[in-house]
């Protein structure tokens, strides 16, 4: 069973610019904006900036590999994303090649021993 929950206050403004969101435990969550990634910590009811400024459109969560992959920036690049920058480490955010103008991404399991992770992108060619 579900139940929905507020959690944020609907007058901030980066609630009314979110793009897309994740549960990363459960006491964080990360949420995609046009102002860029930001973490919820639920424990400490804070928000915090993660990273650069760049409008992330859509974004997925990978558990196993503690990576975030998001489509960001005005060009729609993808980038990984490790946890470990949800916690305020200077961490490099790893641009995937040849993802320029990316419409949109998912991913998931393509075999189970050795657990093995794709990531499949759309691309508008140019």
């Not at 609907?10 to 995609?32: C, E, F, H, Q, Y």
């Not at 910590?41 to 928000?47: A, G, K, P, V």
């Not at 400024?53 to 960001?72: A, D, P, R």
Request: net charge neutral; charged share 30%; with cysteine.
């Amino acid at each position: 069973i579900f139940r929905a929950k507020e959690l944020l206050d609907n007058t901030l403004s980066i609630v009314k610019n979110v793009m897309s969101g994740a549960i990363i435990d459960p006491d964080r969550l990360v949420i995609g904006t046009e102002e860029g990634l930001f973490c919820l910590d639920l424990d400490r009811s804070e928000i915090a900036k993660v990273g650069e400024g760049k409008k992330i459109y859509l974004l997925e969560y990978i558990t196993e590999e503690q990576l975030i992959v998001v489509l960001s920036g005005k060009q729609r690049h993808v980038r990984l994303v490790p946890v470990r920058a949800l916690d305020g480490d200077e961490v490099e955010w790893i641009k995937v090649a040849e993802t320029k103008g990316c419409i949109t991404l998912t991913t998931g399991v393509v075999r189970r021993n050795p657990l093995t992770y794709c990531l499949c992108v759309a691309i508008k060619k140019q």
